[in-house]
T-cell receptor, first 112, second 110 residues
């Protein structure tokens, strides 16, 4: 079963606009991660936010985490055509048997 | 840096034939390793994970199996493929909690 659910499923914007994607999850987590996948390729890790953090930045990326609402958001500012990809959130369970559970992803299209 | 090499990139196999997908890891020792499957337009389904040599945990019942004969080698196998085994298979690893992925293997079973 999938822990994270991204919203919206698809998002189309113009270059220069900001893109916001949301993720909701169901159970307690140690951390939440966002990944990017270009069509037909492997996933690339973008950012990790721990359960005791509320906000994190990395370049044009801003991630927020609200553990009371069991939700996270990924904001990409000043989007570029090269940002076109699928974005996935993943929730991590701790311990030696560490596993990440992925949502279905948001397909972001940035039009030039 | 941590890298996963995964092959073959593309595979077309008849129903009932065997399967072997392999990945090797560079840049880290004793990683946790994972096999995910991704159906078209869907998220990633965790199939197997391994915390060490010879240690395999299966997440879903299926006709696939996994093996880890060496610390940095992870193999996905099947003795007889089904049509439903078609999909995009991704090998991933972690030593820090952040996964790094291979480029994937696209399997089509006809």
């Amino acid at each position: 079963s999938q822990q994270g659910e991204e919203d919206p499923q698809a998002l189309s914007i113009q270059e220069g606009e900001n893109a916001t994607m949301n993720c909701s999850y169901k159970t307690s987590i140690n951390n939440l991660q966002w990944y990017r996948q270009n069509s037909g390729r492997g996933l690339v890790h973008l950012i990790l936010i721990r359960s005791n953090e509320r906000e994190k930045h990395s370049g044009r990326l801003r991630v927020t985490l609200d553990t009371s609402k069991k939700s996270s958001s990924l904001l990409i500012t000043a989007s570029r055509a090269a940002d076109t990809a699928s974005y996935f959130c993943a929730t991590g369970s701790g311990g030696s048997n560490y596993k990440l559970t992925f949502g279905k992803g948001t397909l972001l299209t940035v039009n030039p | 840096s941590q890298t996963i090499h995964q092959w073959p990139a593309t595979l077309v196999q008849p129903v009932g034939s065997p399967l072997s997908l392999e990945c090797t890891v560079e840049g880290t020792s004793n990683p946790n390793l994972y096999w995910y499957r991704q159906a078209a337009g869907r998220g990633l389904q965790l199939l197997f994970y391994s915390v060490g040599i010879g240690q395999i945990s299966s997440e879903v019942p299926q006709n696939l199996s996994a093996s880890r004969p060496q610390d940095r080698q992870f193999i996905l196998s099947s003795k007889k493929l089904l049509l439903s085994d078609s999909g995009f298979y991704l090998c991933a690893g972690t030593a820090t909690g952040e996964l790094f992925f291979g480029e994937g293997s696209r399997l089509t079973v006809l």
